[in-house]
């Protein structure tokens, strides 16, 4: 089970790398190809944007350590806000400033972290079991960017 979580958690980083990557693609499309691509960036940023969520589950069952589950959360927690960066553009366009910065930031820790979930993979022990505190960690962030992401009620 362990070897299998370890392999499921090198899967979700990585496809969340290519994820970014393809965002990425998607704001040249908006940029370069024409405006009406915009909605493409924009849609999927929504996607992306809980998208380390899966991954951050599937590190503590693949029991990746304290510094991975760590990394992994910050993660999460920075994925969150970029699109939240762009949003506020209208009302303070100083703070959206930092959308892109965000996004790059996001993209090395997502390689920093799809790294160590695939040196994790290489390992024959199945190592320390999550701890509670952990997990605890894991269910935190887990719950508050869920919840902070539902639509409020209009």
């Known amino acids: 089970m362990v070897r299998g979580a370890r392999y499921l958690y090198a899967a979700l980083a990585w496809a969340f ?11 040249g499309l908006g940029l370069f190809v024409g405006p009406e691509n915009l909605a493409l960036h924009v849609n999927f940023g929504w996607l992306l944007h809980q ?10 069952l693949a029991r990746a350590g304290r510094i991975q589950i760590m990394r992994t959360a910050a993660l999460a927690v920075l994925v969150f806000f970029v699109p939240i960066l762009a949003a506020v553009r209208t009302d303070l366009p100083l703070v959206a400033a930092f959308h892109p910065v965000g996004a790059v930031l996001a993209f ?5 972290v799809a790294w160590g979930a695939t040196r994790l993979t290489r ?3 199945a190592g320390a079991p999550t701890t509670r505190l952990q997990w605890l960690l894991v269910a935190v962030v887990v719950v508050i960017l869920l919840v902070l992401g539902l639509p409020s009620p209009d």
């Open 108 to 112: 090395w820790l997502a390689t920093v």
């Open 123 to 125: 390992m024959t022990d």
């Open 51 to 60: 998208g380390p969520l899966p991954v951050l589950v599937a590190a503590a």
């Open 17 to 27: 790398v290519a994820g970014v990557i393809l965002q990425v693609f998607f704001i």
